[in-house]
Nanobody
């Protein structure tokens, strides 16, 4: 079992920045991927950014060039730096850790971008 705790959400104006943090329990053994997803009102949850351990880093087309995902093995953390935020980025953002091919999710943090 992996427990996750997200922080860093909030209200920001158009063009502003936020940094989301996620700290998870356990250690790095068996990790497959670290990622951020989001669910906007009335929409399905979608991938924002993902680090595949030992592989690639993937971004949704809508956030490429604006968002950056990073991980810190020493701190069991995964972060999402979000710049040039737009109202359409408004959503609940979820951290996901895949360990031994099992997905574990955080409870989400609200990001609201005002126009």
């Amino acid at each position: 079992q992996v427990q996750l705790a997200e922080s860093g959400g909030g209200l920001v104006q158009f063009g502003g920045s936020l940094r989301l943090s996620c700290v998870f329990s356990g250690n790095g053994f068996g990790l497959n991927a670290l990622g951020w997803y989001r669910r906007a009102p009335g929409k399905l949850r979608e991938l924002v950014a993902e680090i595949v351990i030992g592989g690639t880093t993937n971004y949704a087309d809508s956030v490429k060039g604006r968002f950056t995902i990073s991980g810190d093995n020493a701190k069991n953390g995964v972060y999402l730096q979000m710049n040039s935020l737009k109202p359409e980025d408004t959503a609940v953002y979820y951290c996901k850790v895949r360990r031994f091919s099992i997905d574990f999710w955080g409870q989400g943090t609200q990001v609201t971008v005002s126009s």
